[in-house]
């Protein structure tokens, strides 16, 4: 039987017995029987610019910091190049304060809204289009056998979906390398603890895999761009505006990535098939989530 992967290769990794994150509750199984089970928490998180409020967003809670930076930044409030003075978290209120330099005011942003296919705070403002010409990804090439050793490791480590399910799961990755993995109940805030993350510490964005659970949409596609990141793989299916927008900014597009198949839509010439398929193992069944906690 495969063990777990070594954690410790993860700068952030998932702590599934965390507090806070999932509550016991009890109820009955299919054949009457009384069960208790881990479910995941939902509370919301008040995200403020400076002295604005910007969004009220469902989140099970961890690393507002970084939801709250990536959040904005993905969202085009945040420059690259912003100096952020301070982050301030109060856990009683659910609120975090982004606070920089620059004096921001976001009012008619904020007014005009497109909600999209994401879950929860799933809303991009304004033209969903808007900054994607200027995005210009690297020419990154990726090998299959990078993809093949990251699925493993990132399916067998212990998270919240192993746990409690109802969950997404996004991870950077370098090579085959798995580095900061985020969790949440919307895919999109998975992905915008992941930008808060980089921007905080400044990381490179041209050698990097964003690896995801969830379906690859026009928003994961497009935060995915406008985080200069060249390479994106799911273990789950894409919509055509997805796909269309990945071709169009260069962007390699991997997914229904499990055991030893895939199927890529986009940046076919920068994938290197150095794994044979036949010798990849076929993805074990999972056990099951946990049931009594």
Not at 124 to 148: C, H, I, K, N, P
Not at 152 to 173: F, Q
Not at 187 to 215: C, F, P, Q
Not at 239 to 248: D, K, N
């Amino acid at each position: 039987m495969a063990q777990d992967p070594d954690v410790t290769e993860y700068l952030i990794a998932p702590d599934p017995k965390a507090a806070r994150l999932t509550r016991a509750v009890a109820g009955t199984d299919q054949t009457g029987e009384e069960t208790t089970i881990s479910v995941v928490e939902e509370r919301p998180l008040t995200i403020y610019l400076n002295s604005q409020e910007i969004v009220t967003a469902m989140t099970i809670g961890d690393y507002p910091a970084y939801l709250a930076i990536g959040f904005l930044r993905n969202q085009g409030m945040l420059r690259d190049d912003d100096d952020i003075t301070r982050v301030d978290y109060d856990e009683e209120l659910e609120t975090v304060v982004v606070r920089t330099a620059r004096a921001t005011d976001y009012e008619d942003k904020m007014r005009r809204k497109t909600r999209t296919s994401g879950c929860a705070v799933g809303t991009v403002f304004g033209d969903m289009m808007e900054g994607l010409s200027d995005v210009v990804l690297a020419d990154t090439q990726v090998r299959a056998s990078w993809l093949y050793a990251l699925s493993a490791k990132i399916n067998r480590t212990p998270s919240l979906y192993l746990e409690a399910g109802a969950i997404h799961g996004t991870v950077l990755c370098q090579g085959d390398r798995p580095l900061v993995y985020m969790e949440d109940v919307g895919r999109h805030n998975a992905v915008d603890k992941i930008a808060g993350w980089m921007l905080s510490e400044k990381a490179i964005a041209d050698d990097k895999i964003l690896y995801t659970t969830g379906r690859l949409t026009s928003e994961m596609v497009i935060k995915t761009a406008m985080m200069g990141i060249p390479v994106l793989v799911s273990r789950s299916g894409f919509t055509a505006w997805g796909v269309e927008i990945a071709q169009q900014v260069g962007l390699t597009l991997i997914g229904r990535m499990k055991g030893s198949r895939y199927v890529c839509l986009a940046g076919e010439n920068r994938l290197i098939r150095d794994a044979d398929p036949a010798q990849i193992a076929a993805e074990p069944k999972r056990a099951g989530r946990k049931g009594a906690v």
